[in-house]
């Protein structure tokens, strides 16, 4: 199988997660898109509790959650959601999330997904070699208006980035996602959330209401 692993705090998820897990889906022919909350991510705050995100994600994936900017049912086939980083208890580290997935899909090929962010920062991760050997890299990037193309359509700071990341890693296997994906934060979002402003354009209309219904992110 080809298996896709989208991670986050997703706090909350919004409609940019879920174009990423969908087109990246949909560009490599993925089996299944696993979206997996972080439990206890090391890097990160006071989050909203592990089983209040995963809740927001199972609306979300379900299949009358809400409409995309086009107002139609999205397709969420292969989306799922992943308990893989359950333990609340112990630090979250991707190297170790990915080395449980291939003890449950030894033959798959898997496939992390990531944003220009992420793929910058990957070197100060907890063993990137690891993260590196287990799963290749599919990272969503264009070049913006005015910024010169290469011919795969990435910017040269990306096919820069992924050539010194390579030349430091020798397993490194990147490829790069076309799809334009949208601008939206989970930080506005909570911050719209917190002075009662609308955010069901951001994430799916169900998502919006459950926030509404239990006053998330409004202590903030």
């Not at 609340?88 to 991707?94: F, I, R, S, V």
């Amino acid at each position: 199988m080809r298996i896709g692993i989208l991670g986050g705090t997703f706090d909350p998820i919004h409609n940019g997660h879920m174009a990423m897990a969908r087109y990246a889906r949909d560009e490599l022919e993925l089996d299944k898109v696993l979206i997996i909350p972080a439990g206890k991510p090391y890097f990160k705050g006071k989050i909203t509790p592990y089983v209040v995100r995963c809740e927001m994600i199972r609306i979300a994936l379900s299949g009358d959650a809400a409409q995309t900017e086009e107002m139609t049912v999205p397709d969420n086939t292969g989306l799922e959601l992943s308990l893989a980083e359950s333990d609340q208890d112990n630090p979250t580290y991707t190297y170790r999330t990915l080395a449980g997935l291939k003890e449950i899909y030894p033959d798959s090929e898997l496939y992390f997904i990531c944003g220009t962010d992420v793929f910058s920062s990957i070197d100060k991760w907890m063993k990137p070699e690891e993260v590196l050997r287990l799963a290749v890299l599919a990272v969503y990037d264009r070049a913006r208006d005015g910024e010169a193309a290469d011919s795969d359509g990435s910017s040269g700071q990306l096919s820069a980035g992924i050539t010194a990341l390579k030349s430091v890693y020798e397993d490194a296997r990147c490829v790069i996602l076309r799809s334009r994906i949208p601008g939206i934060s989970s930080t506005e979002i909570r911050n719209l959330a917190s002075e009662g402003r609308p955010i069901d354009m951001l994430v799916p209309t169900a998502v919006a209401d459950y926030i509404e219904a239990h006053s998330l992110y409004h202590n903030i």
